[in-house]
């Protein structure tokens, strides 16, 4: 009958406590590669490029070389933060600065010029339907002295921009002679526009096809005669609103992206005299918020426009506002609502004295990036002179004192073949930012980038570790809840058929003490001593010497359980 012993396998506490040593090591090598350079802070501020900190940060008792140190760097500290702070409150500021240039070029483009004559209906082109119409806007009776009759009260509805086309004031009457560079030009070189003044004429509007020139001063640029027809003025029975009492034109130089705003923007020229505008181009260039309050050309299109200027926005308004209000825009506006009729004059009015007061709240024109403008200097002379009154009555087939009274002369030119450059700006970009900073962290406490950085990797590394030493005795529990022992189960029938040399050629005779048992380590002593069907687990960590007196073995079987404790 097969018999079978369970034994209890112990190993040697010195052996264990080799084994424990020879991990510890291991994990101190692995530690000691994975923990930081600089575990200490006397160690960090000796190795760190930041000045002083290792004068402060010494192993030792602190001392006054130490405390001197100390407020040195700190007050070095406190005046770099200082005029750090400055630095970064003045970018923040966003402040620019105005540079001023002149360059000159070969030729230039000439700019848009448009004029229009002040009296805006001829009093003889005006019909009894026009006057009945108008009589809000002109105040004139009717033509005939017995007035409307009851036959006149069934005109049809007025169309304001034919009544201004045809009755408007027309440039190939008006124009006496023109020129351009030397060369001359003709009414049809002037292109139709409608303002506040009603039928006008711009030359050089086009500016796909805008002429050029290559001199500068009088006699290179545009010079007009113009007839202003005063004979065609409307008498004044009353004042309205649009009741004008000069006598002359109104002429606007702008460029050729901008539409005319010449009821506020353009100048006077009387009859009587030769009025001479010598230019000077001026290209501005503006800053974007938050430098400046310029409109970014990378914002959407204006529109009914193709470029964004500040007239354009102004009419655009205007336009707005009156649609608003009366259901309807005037000639001069853009878009295709309906043209106003003269009964809708006053409500007009109106909506254009309301939006006056409140422009810079319900419509805010920002200036452009890019802009365009043209400084001007006027001079006059009187014409004519005595001697050329009888040559140009002769002329033009006109009374001397006709031409006293009418005509005007009109020379346009540049003053240069130059252009001045007004342009914004920045005074403190990021640039001078991270300069001023860096000048000023060198000079007090001379650190750079990689100092800041220096201190970054020390701070990472200090906060890993104390991470690694709070996870760390969650480690050491898991491993004290291994198995405490080893159990080892021996078939008594499997060792009676071995061999007594084979049995007690494991270990020779007297190997051991007769007080204790062997070590014995399981990957490899186990399985050259114990047969096949020896099973076990794993030896406790902590297992001690086991002492005992030798036991007592069948003649034959000498050595075969000298190794076990059963």
């Known amino acids: 009958m097969p018999i079978e012993f369970v034994c209890k396998i112990k190993f040697a506490e010195e052996d264990e406590k080799q084994k424990n040593k020879q991990d510890g090591d291991k994990e101190s090598l692995i530690e000691e590669s994975c923990s930081p350079p600089a575990k200490d802070l006397a160690r960090f501020a000796n190795s760190c490029s930041l000045h002083?900190?290792?004068?402060?940060?010494?192993?030792?008792?602190?001392?006054?070389?130490?405390?001197?140190?100390?407020?040195?760097?700190?007050?070095?500290?406190?005046?770099?933060?200082?005029?750090?702070?400055?630095?970064?409150?003045?970018?923040?500021?966003?402040?620019?600065?105005?540079?001023?240039?002149?360059?000159?070029?070969?030729?230039?483009?000439?700019?848009?010029?448009?004029?229009?004559?002040?009296?805006?209906?001829?009093?003889?082109?005006?019909?009894?339907?026009?006057?009945?119409?108008?009589?809000?806007?002109?105040?004139?009776?009717?033509?005939?002295?017995?007035?409307?009759?009851?036959?006149?009260?069934?005109?049809?509805?007025?169309?304001?921009?034919?009544?201004?086309?045809?009755?408007?004031?027309?440039?190939?009457?008006?124009?006496?002679?023109?020129?351009?560079?030397?060369?001359?030009?003709?009414?049809?070189?002037?292109?139709?526009?409608?303002?506040?003044?009603?039928?006008?004429?711009?030359?050089?509007?086009?500016?796909?096809?805008?002429?050029?020139?290559?001199?500068?001063?009088?006699?290179?640029?545009?010079?007009?005669?113009?007839?202003?027809?005063?004979?065609?003025?409307?008498?004044?029975?009353?004042?309205?609103?649009?009741?004008?009492?000069?006598?002359?034109?109104?002429?606007?130089?702008?460029?050729?992206?901008?539409?005319?705003?010449?009821?506020?923007?353009?100048?006077?020229?009387?009859?009587?005299?030769?009025?001479?505008?010598?230019?000077?181009?001026?290209?501005?260039?503006?800053?974007?918020?938050?430098?400046?309050?310029?409109?970014?050309?990378?914002?959407?299109?204006?529109?009914?426009?193709?470029?964004?200027?500040?007239?354009a926005c102004r009419l655009l308004c205007e336009t707005n506002e009156v649609v608003r209000v009366c259901n309807c825009r005037m000639v001069h506006m853009p878009g295709t609502a309906a043209i106003c009729p003269p009964s809708k004059i006053n409500c007009v009015d109106k909506a254009l004295a309301q939006l006056q007061k409140n422009t810079g709240d319900t419509c805010p024109c920002e200036t452009p990036c890019n802009l365009t403008r043209y400084g001007k200097e006027l001079s006059m002379v009187k014409i004519p002179s005595k001697g050329s009154a009888r040559y140009l009555s002769r002329k033009y087939d006109k009374s001397e004192d006709y031409i006293r009274d009418n005509f005007l002369v009109l020379d346009i030119f540049f003053e240069a073949l130059n252009y001045e450059t007004i342009e914004q700006k920045k005074a403190y970009d990021v640039a001078g930012l991270l300069g001023d900073i860096g000048g000023q962290m060198g000079l007090f406490i001379g650190a750079s980038i990689l100092t800041i950085l220096e201190i970054l990797d020390y701070v990472y590394e200090v906060i890993k570790q104390r991470l690694q030493r709070l996870l760390r005795p969650r480690k050491e529990e898991k491993k004290s809840k291994q198995p405490t022992s080893t159990v080892a189960t021996v078939n008594l029938e499997e060792m009676k058929t071995k061999e007594p040399n084979d049995l007690s050629r494991s270990h020779p005779e007297g190997a051991y003490a007769n007080t204790m048992l062997p070590n014995h380590h399981l990957p490899q002593t186990l399985p050259q001593t114990l047969p096949p069907t020896l099973s076990q687990t794993l030896p406790h960590p902590h297992a001690h010497t086991l002492q005992h007196p030798r036991p007592h073995h069948h003649t034959g079987r000498h050595g075969v359980f000298e190794d076990f404790a059963c």
């Open 52 to 311: 002083g900190i290792n004068h402060i940060f010494v192993s030792g008792r602190l001392g006054i070389r130490q405390t001197l140190w100390t407020i040195a760097f700190l007050t070095s500290l406190a005046l770099f933060v200082y005029q750090a702070a400055k630095c970064a409150i003045s970018y923040l500021e966003h402040p620019h600065v105005t540079a001023l240039n002149e360059e000159a070029s070969p030729e230039m483009v000439f700019p848009a010029v448009t004029i229009c004559n002040i009296n805006r209906f001829r009093f003889s082109a005006l019909t009894d339907a026009d006057i009945y119409h108008l009589a809000n806007l002109t105040g004139l009776p009717p033509k005939n002295r017995d007035g409307h009759k009851p036959t006149d009260l069934m005109y049809p509805a007025p169309d304001m921009q034919d009544i201004f086309n045809r009755t408007g004031h027309q440039l190939e009457e008006m124009l006496m002679s023109c020129n351009f560079s030397g060369q001359n030009c003709s009414a049809d070189d002037f292109t139709v526009v409608y303002t506040r003044y009603g039928k006008c004429y711009t030359f050089n509007g086009n500016k796909t096809s805008s002429r050029k020139t290559k001199q500068g001063g009088m006699g290179n640029g545009l010079e007009i005669m113009l007839d202003i027809q005063q004979d065609e003025y409307l008498p004044i029975w009353r004042e309205t609103n649009e009741t004008s009492l000069e006598a002359g034109i109104r002429v606007q130089i702008h460029s050729q992206d901008e539409p005319p705003y010449i009821h506020q923007l353009g100048f006077g020229v009387s009859p009587g005299f030769q009025t001479f505008v010598s230019c000077q181009e001026q290209r501005l260039t503006y800053l974007p918020q938050p430098w400046g309050n310029c409109r970014s050309t990378s914002k959407e299109k204006f529109p009914g426009y193709d470029k964004y200027s500040i007239s």
